[in-house]
């Protein structure tokens, strides 16, 4: 009997050393690539899947209408209204996107060994693009069929610079020019970033200005008047930056349009490549998410990443899949709105008044180091969503985020965006709650960028100077 035990005993310490020294191929790997020729070719449109959840996607409404025909292109406008499930990709993007795509999916096992947590923790990493975020998936999409719509430049706005700098990087490939008004912030917290778009041959400015800051005299707007009369030394938001570069695209000193790096339906789509390939690589290990963190400004690196997973929750196959939009606690639309109802995507209102989670349209928000999580809105399907309950929100506080993105850094080794740090922070607390309880659950991360010119805020950080800024 006693004998029999220490075989046993022997056994067990054989099979466990076995599986350390020798695991089973999917246990071993660390990065899930997919082939070139996987790439998805078409997008995934979830317009043609909402109504499952109960409630249909309210119609944009407003004076705001009359402009945006005004602003976009006949091909965008076409996809923003359709409700065909599958968009096809033209070729000649196709080869765009292969230039970083498809991207790695990571398993991310140095952090599980951190943080002690019995769950398996995977991202799909967008950082590998050239402009370093999973900006460009939309920002050439949109630069293409502006350029193919016969337009010779886009306008936009940027919070912390990632879209400028991805519609600028778009716009060169395609062609076209590209003007950027940046909130004026960030502008200065991050010379990184102008110099970037400036590179890809895109004018900046700091929004809002006035000459002789307002180097560009074709890019001089009313609105910039108007909020600088407010407080000339006001730090800009994207509501008063967007209202600009819609302005901008009005006036059309040259043939240009308006271009939105998130929140429109349109955006969202194009973004699902991300989630689209995740889908397909998480299938080659055997493996689907239990629950799903995405950071959310205006909701299209979330999104696009669950999408298509939200598609299987829709459709009844996944109905326990837990899907989590991550936003930072000074600016929060989705966990403490001021309203939900019709808001304008702007401060003027160019816009359209649309359906969304709101903290007004003339909120300014907190200077916090995720630029791009400052926004006042948020993308109407993603509000559907967490409004008919399949979707949650939860938020964080800027100190936290940092200690997330120092965690990450010192494990992975990734210096991950300030924006990034927020699903960071909930993955963790979410691993480590599995730590306590023992469950094996699969977490899945949409990384969406790099941090290598965002480090101004690791530095205040790591020096103990951060502002809290709840
Ligand atoms: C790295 C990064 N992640 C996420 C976001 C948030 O935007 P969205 O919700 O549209 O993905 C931004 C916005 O600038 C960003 O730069």
């Known amino acids: 009997m006693e004998l029999g035990r220490k075989v046993e005993r022997v056994q067990k310490v054989f099979k466990e050393a076995k599986k350390k020294f020798n695991p089973p191929r999917e246990e071993r790997m660390i990065k899930v690539e997919l082939p070139e020729d996987e790439i998805p070719t078409s997008w995934y449109n979830i317009q043609a899947d909402l109504h499952k959840c109960g409630m249909k996607l309210p119609f944009p409404t407003g004076p705001g ?3 945006l025909p005004l602003i976009f292109p006949p091909s965008l406008l076409s996809q923003e209204l359709t409700k065909d499930r599958w968009v096809k990709i033209p070729e000649e993007l196709m080869e765009i996107y292969r230039i970083w795509r498809p991207t790695p999916l990571y398993r991310c096992k140095r952090l599980e060994e951190y943080l002690k947590t019995p769950a398996r923790i995977y991202c799909k990493s967008e950082y590998v693009s050239p402009p370093g975020s999973h900006k460009p998936n939309t920002a050439v999409a949109q630069a293409y069929f502006n350029m193919k719509d016969g337009f010779e430049g886009v306008t936009t706005e940027t919070g912390a610079g990632q879209w400028g700098s991805g519609l ?28 970037m778009m400036e590179s890809w041959g895109g004018r900046v400015v700091p929004s809002p200005s006035a ?9 001089v707007t009313e609105t910039a008047k108007k909020a600088l009369a407010e407080d000339p030394n006001h730090p800009g938001s994207l509501g008063w930056a967007i209202s600009e570069a819609i302005e901008h695209a009005l006036k059309k ?3 240009l349009n308006y271009s939105l790096g998130s929140v429109l339906n349109h955006v969202l789509m194009h973004q699902t490549i991300v989630g689209l390939e995740a889908y397909k690589q998480y299938e080659l290990i055997d493996e689907y998410p239990d629950i799903i963190f995405g950071c959310t400004g205006g909701g299209s690196n979330h999104c696009g990443q669950a999408f298509p997973f939200i598609k299987d929750k829709l459709d009844g196959k996944k ?3 837990r899907i989590v939009a991550c936003e930072a606690l000074s600016c929060p639309r989705l966990t403490r709105p001021k309203y939900i109802g019709y808001d304008t995507g702007d401060t003027i209102g160019y816009t359209p008044h649309i359906w969304m989670h709101s903290l007004g349209c003339d909120f300014v928000p907190a200077k916090i180091h995720a630029g791009g999580l ?16 399949y979707h949650e929100a939860q938020a964080f506080p800027q100190t936290e985020i940092f200690e997330a993105g120092r965690i990450l850094s010192m494990t992975e080794g990734f210096l991950t965006a300030p924006e990034t740090c927020h699903c960071w922070t909930g993955a963790i607390r979410e691993a480590r709650r599995c730590a306590e309880t023992g469950e094996e659950k699969v977490i899945h991360v949409a ?6 010119v965002d480090v101004r805020g690791y530095d205040e950080y790591l020096k103990g100077k951060l502002e809290v800024l709840l």
């Open 65 to 67: 209408m009359a402009n």
């Open 211 to 219: 000459p002789p800051e307002r180097i560009y005299e074709d890019m």
């Open 319 to 321: 109905p326990d899949l």
């Open 374 to 389: 400052r926004y006042h809105g948020m993308a109407p399907l993603l509000c559907v969503l967490i409004y008919s309950g």
């Open 447 to 452: 990384d969406s960028g790099h941090g290598w």
């Open 253 to 255: 000193p040259y043939p």
């Open 168 to 195: 600028c990087f778009g716009a060169a490939l395609v062609g076209i020019k590209c003007d950027v008004f940046m909130v004026r912030v960030s502008y200065y917290q991050k010379p990184g970033r102008r110099v």
